[in-house]
């Protein structure tokens, strides 16, 4: 949505209870008008979009045994924490960012363990390599290039383009949670694995992808 500078007279009294309302949502002035114009108009900002994404998404991972919703200072990003079934119980969390005023990409996703393992690090190196190849060969159609994701130091970002067809709040929220969910069962898969049993683990972890990948396809 295209923005333009405009001029206002305004209430004092109105200009400190919306910069109260700003500050408590961690937004600026000029952007806290916007959206409460917004909502009394019925026009849909990105940051309502945003916020409806989240709403879906929170509403699908609360009822998922096993991941918690942490609390975040911006209003673009939400996050999600669930334990790993290795040696001490360390953390994963999936961080989701929307971006508003992208017209090409919708978000980003990255997920990073709180450890400092250089075992599990290297685990999770090897995965999330694992998990690329997964992808691209999947979705070598859609991405003759390679599937747009980063991995760094233990952690991993991928990108999610805006889909060619027309979806609602709802359906990103849904797809965005259901690749978050098969990303980690196929990670406490990966690393619940065992040496003896290796190939045909890897195996059957594959097939559980494909299948999984099916329910992703508005976002991949």
């Known amino acids: 949505?295209?923005?333009?500078?405009?001029?206002?007279?305004?209430?004092?009294?109105?200009?400190?209870?919306?910069?109260?309302?700003?500050?408590?949502?961690?937004?600026?002035?000029?952007?806290?008008?916007?959206?409460?114009?917004?909502?009394?108009?019925?026009?849909?900002?990105?940051?309502?979009?945003?916020?409806?994404?989240?709403?879906?998404?929170?509403?699908?991972?609360?009822?998922?045994?096993?991941?918690?919703?942490?609390?975040?200072?911006?209003?673009?990003?939400?996050?999600?924490?669930?334990?790993?079934?290795?040696?001490?119980?360390?953390?994963?969390?999936?961080?989701?960012?929307?971006?508003?005023n992208n017209p090409k990409i919708l978000g980003e996703l990255r997920v990073q363990a709180r450890t400092q393992s250089a075992g599990l690090l290297q685990l999770l190196d090897s995965f999330f390599r694992f998990w690329e190849r997964l992808e691209n060969n999947c979705l070598s159609e859609v991405y003759p290039n390679g599937v747009p994701c980063r991995i760094e130091n233990?952690?991993?970002?991928?990108?999610?383009?805006?889909?060619?067809?027309?979806?609602?709040?709802?359906?990103l929220g849904e797809t965005i949670s259901s690749y978050i969910q098969n990303f980690d069962r196929t990670l406490k898969a990966f690393l619940a694995l065992d040496e003896q049993n290796w190939k045909e683990g890897m195996e059957k972890i594959a097939l559980h992808y494909q299948n999984g990948v099916e329910e992703e396809r508005i976002l991949l």
């Open 154 to 171: 233990g952690r991993y970002c991928r990108m999610w383009f805006w889909p060619d067809k027309v979806c609602t709040n709802d359906q």
């Open 1 to 100: 949505m295209n923005r333009s500078i405009y001029s206002l007279l305004l209430m004092d009294d109105v200009i400190q209870a919306v910069d109260r309302l700003a500050y408590s949502r961690n937004t600026s002035r000029s952007n806290m008008i916007n959206q409460i114009l917004a909502e009394y108009l019925s026009v849909k900002t990105p940051e309502q979009r945003t916020h409806d994404i989240f709403g879906r998404i929170q509403a699908l991972m609360d009822q998922q045994s096993g991941f918690q919703i942490q609390l975040q200072a911006s209003d673009s990003m939400i996050s999600l924490r669930t334990a790993l079934a290795y040696k001490y119980r360390p953390t994963v969390r999936y961080s989701v960012e929307l971006f508003r």
